[in-house]
């Protein structure tokens, strides 16, 4: 039987490398056991729900405060449950989710600006566009994170992307499309830090990454 001295399992095979981490095999051939390897994105969905529920529980909060009833975040509930439905069907079914999610996230938010040009309704700009931007950032940080070991490189453009993306609600504040600007200014910050600590952490596949996305 062979062993491998990292993962600390014994495998019957013909390989000479282990087929969960790649490092060479000691040992003969005989029963094959492996172990139960718990799958990354059992983390992520519980990661995901707290911060859907987080995200339920400050709107409603903010609705009572503003209304003294809930009327708009109502809303933000129904789309919150089928954004983590959805979510969970592209992570399950799609090699690369979190681009995937990115692309319907930054269509969406155009949809949006669309639908407050035709009705002025600031509750978009204010709330709907910041969250929606929060909530893609901080999902994509916290996925790169659990998939770190092995995907980080993979999915460091993706989460420069929704960097960029979740300014969009600076602009807003800038063009004066926003008449409630604290979910704003909390997601360029957060956007902001969030770049600076892929600066410190990951400086040199940030720098190769960006050198792709702006060709220099």
Known sequence: MKTCNNCNINIDTPSVKCPICGSILVGKDKNTTYPKVKKKYTTFNRVLMFILAVTIIINVYLDLQLTSKI??????????????????????????????LTGYAFLLVVLLLVLFGLTKFYVITNFVIPILCLTELIISVFYALIVRNMYTKKYLGVIVTNMLVSLIPFGLMIFKLTTFNVLVNISYVLSIISFVGLIIFDYDDLKDELSKIFNY
């Open 71 to 100: 009327t708009w975040s109502q809303y933000v509930i129904y789309g919150c449950v089928a954004f983590y439905l959805f979510v969970r069907s592209i992570i399950r079914s799609h090699r690369n989710p979190m681009s995937l």
